[in-house]
Antibody, heavy 120, light 108 residues
Framework: QVHLVESGGGVVQPGGSLRLSCAGS????????MHWVRQAPGKGLEWVAV????????YYGASVKGRFNISRDNSKNTMYLQMNSLRAEDTAVYYC?????????????WGQGTLVTVSS | SYVLTQPPSVSVAPGQTARITCGGD??????VHWYQQKPGQAPILVVY???DRPSGIPERFSGSNSGNTATLTISRVEAGDEADYYC???????????FGPGTKVTVL
């Protein structure tokens, strides 16, 4: 069965950097777009970024564009989110999610999330 | 950017029907997907492409989409359906994904 496991969360100071990872198994990782979605404490879901199946296309939400970078290594079945210039408002649980297709489709599987706390 | 609206909360008695709306400009021309999130858990997909259900999702969950409103309907509501529900679309104009603000369903 499909399994997505996020890692790399933790506490970081404002202005700092952090890299999240998402390891996928139980499906052909290299055939699907992959997303990051976040949820601030007590708030709703916010889409963060997506990367195409081959890594050639990337799209970002307005609140993270220019600060976050999404990438993937299909040889390792792993996706990454490099987060720079972190702000208090980036504090959230970060979920990785699998696209049913490549881009423009729904999120059919989700990981359990990793918590990022930006605080001094 | 595309904006989705949802009622903050819906309350329903067990065995009754809950209807959760998702509003957007001409949303009927988009494919709408719905996710259920229980406290402390990751979201799960309950309806995709307006009205289709993934395997394992009960037939009690159904969807529709027309005009400026998409609707998730939960029939014969059970206590286990208590959760937050989010609609989502892919904005083809911007290639960005948009979530609604979420609706908390309370089973009385």
């Amino acid at each position: 069965q499909v399994h997505l496991v996020e890692s790399g969360g933790g506490v970081v100071q404002p202005g700092g950097s952090l890299r999240l990872s998402c390891a996928g198994s139980g499906f052909t990782f290299s055939r699907h777009g992959m997303h990051w979605v976040r949820q601030a404490p007590g708030k709703g879901l916010e889409w963060v970024a997506v990367i195409s199946y081959d890594g050639r296309k990337e799209y970002y939400g307005a609140s993270v564009k220019g600060r976050f970078n999404i990438s993937r290594d299909n040889s390792k079945n792993t996706m990454y989110l490099q987060m720079n210039s972190l702000r208090a408002e980036d504090t959230a649980v970060y979920y990785c999610a699998k696209d049913n297709y490549d881009l423009g489709d729904y999120f059919d599987y989700w990981g359990q999330g990793t918590l990022v706390t930006v605080s001094s | 950017s595309y904006v989705l609206t949802q009622p903050p909360s819906v309350s329903v008695a067990p065995g009754q029907t809950a209807r959760i709306t998702c509003g957007g400009d001409n949303i009927g021309s988009e494919s709408v997907h719905w996710y259920q999130q229980k406290p402390g858990q990751a979201p799960i997909l309950v309806v995709y492409d307006d009205r289709d259900r993934p395997s394992g999702i009960p037939e009690r969950f159904s969807g529709s989409n027309s005009g400026n409103t998409a609707t998730l309907t939960i029939s014969r509501v059970e206590a286990g359906d208590e959760a937050d529900y989010y609609c989502e679309v892919w904005d083809t104009d911007s290639d960005l994904y948009v979530f609604g603000p979420g609706t908390k369903v309370t089973v009385l």
